[in-house]
């Protein structure tokens, strides 16, 4: 089996969030658009979508993966662009695969669809989008 070649959409308007995905999804050879708003049009025909937008966007598009960026950050450093290595000590990611969605089951008669997802709390991002990377090849 080759390389496995995935595209990805990063999500941000935080220009030094896209540079941290960036050399993020470079170092596993993981080929990238970048977009700083999406609509749920936008997002399908992506496997794996990083950033931080609604869940329900997720829900809708059928993306396979998405990686929500989270960023926990002390008081004094919000509001400003953040340096790569402060980037690295406040992030945490959250994966969102989907399994499968119910378009006929709608409960309480309320919901449009609904989904399910595996999440994964990701203590290594690296060994997450390895894994991610894996399931989409054999998904194919």
């Known amino acids: 089996m080759g390389e496995i070649v995935v595209k990805a959409l990063i999500v941000s308007r935080h220009k030094s969030t896209v540079e941290f995905l960036s050399k993020l999804l470079g170092r596993h050879s993981i080929e990238f658009d970048v977009r700083d708003h999406v609509s749920v049009e936008d997002l399908r025909g992506y496997p794996l979508v990083l950033g931080n937008i609604p869940v329900s966007m997720i829900v809708e598009s059928e993306v396979p993966f998405y990686i929500q960026v989270n960023l926990e950050i002390p008081r004094e450093l919000r509001g400003k662009e953040l340096s790569h290595e402060e980037l690295s000590r ?10 499968v969605t119910f378009d006929d089951w709608a409960p309480r008669d309320k919901a449009v669809a609904v989904a399910e997802y595996d999440i994964w709390i990701v203590k290594d991002i690296h060994t997450a989008l390895e894994e991610v990377k894996r399931i989409l090849e054999l998904k194919r």
Not at 90 to 99: A, D, N, P
């Open 90 to 99: 406040h992030c945490k990611f959250v994966v969102f695969e989907h399994l």
